[in-house]
């Protein structure tokens, strides 16, 4: 069974701020995903990643599978970006194991 | 972009009454999704659906749940009797193969009351 751990729970930065959320995960995976959740409660997928690293404007994604860690990064946060930051992780083909999720506020 | 579709947003039912929620996947996925998130814990797995049958269902599944994909399009999933704890937000999601990511669907909302 896989565990998905994500840190930290909640954060809130200043607008501006360089953001980091950190995920690991207990078993080997096929592929790693950050999602965005918005208050509304719909899911935004933003990245799925099995190496290496992912750029998508502002959001940069890495993953060490190795290590079995994963980090998202958010440059030149705004508040446009406060939401719920959720890691999973998945097998091929399979259902996706979801983590608890980090809160991002961020203060204009 | 392509979407997957629920509906309905909202609903609320009796204890103890059928509930159907629906959802459309995007037309060339080949595997389908339910999850649901009670109120401020994690999303959690329910059960998968690939080439017409379920492919993997978690505990949360039990006799009260089922799922149908009737016309090829549409892709439901039914609560025989609903209860208190079955309040939650129900997300369907589907995904074309291995390769590619999973689409959500932006979630109907269970409140049985």
């Known amino acids: 069974k896989n565990e998905v751990e994500q840190s930290p729970q909640n954060l809130t930065a200043q607008e501006g701020e360089f953001i980091t959320i950190n995920c690991s995960y207990s078993?080997?995976?096929?592929?790693l995903h950050w999602l965005q959740q918005h208050p509304g409660g719909g899911i935004v997928s933003l990245f799925m990643?099995?190496?290496g690293k992912k750029k998508h404007g502002r959001l940069i994604a890495t993953i060490n599978i190795q290590e079995k860690h994963s980090s998202l990064h958010i440059t030149a946060s705004h508040p446009r970006d406060s939401a719920v930051y959720i890691c999973a992780v998945s097998h091929r083909d399979d259902k996706i194991i979801f983590g608890k999720g980090t809160r991002l506020h961020i203060l204009p | 972009e392509p979407e997957v579709t629920q509906t309905p947003s909202h609903q609320v039912t009796q204890m103890g009454q059928e509930v159907i929620l629906r959802c459309v996947p995007i037309s060339n996925h080949l595997y389908f999704y339910w999850y649901r998130q009670i109120l401020g814990q994690k999303v959690e797995f329910l059960v998968s659906f690939y080439n017409n049958e379920i492919s993997e269902k978690s505990e949360i599944f039990d006799d009260q749940f089922s799922v149908e994909r009737p016309d090829g399009s549409n892709f439901t999933l039914k609560i025989r009797s609903t209860k208190l704890e079955d309040s939650a937000m129900y997300f369907c999601?589907?995904?074309?193969?291995?390769?590619?990511?999973?689409?959500f669907g932006s979630g109907t909302r269970l409140t049985v009351v």
């Open positions: 999601a589907s995904k074309r193969d291995g390769n590619y990511g999973y689409t």
């Open positions: 990643l099995s190496s």
């Open positions: 078993v080997g995976i096929s592929a």
